[in-house]
């Protein structure tokens, strides 16, 4: 099936994110930035994808870096946020 204007196909998963993120970010950092509605542990996030620790981490470091995500240490957790910048960019590819 072709995909619609905008990058979307008519069967996509509600849930998923743009396409166009998804091209610009990756399918896990997408991911990672969509489900960051509140904050949540690197633990939290890798059940939520289906993936390690590691790999979660990897991700988020990379999110970090680009400054789209932060972690504050609570105790003996670190929660993640998404900043306010990672949300004006999901919030710009889910406008497309």
Do not use: C, F, K, N
């Not at 670190?78 to 590819?93: E, H, S």
Request: hydrophobic residues 40%; aromatic residues 2%.
């Amino acid at each position: 099936m072709q995909p619609e204007e905008g990058g979307r196909s008519g069967v996509e998963d509600p849930e998923a994110p743009p396409a166009a993120l998804v091209t610009l970010l990756g399918t896990q950092r997408a991911l990672i930035l969509q489900r960051l509605g509140h904050p949540l542990t690197a633990g939290e996030l890798a059940e939520a994808l289906a993936a390690g620790p590691s790999t979660a981490s990897y991700h988020l470091s990379a999110l970090e870096r680009a400054g789209l995500v932060d972690r504050e240490r609570r105790g003996r957790h670190i929660l993640v946020r998404r900043t306010a910048r990672g949300t004006q960019l999901l919030d710009l590819y889910e406008a497309l």
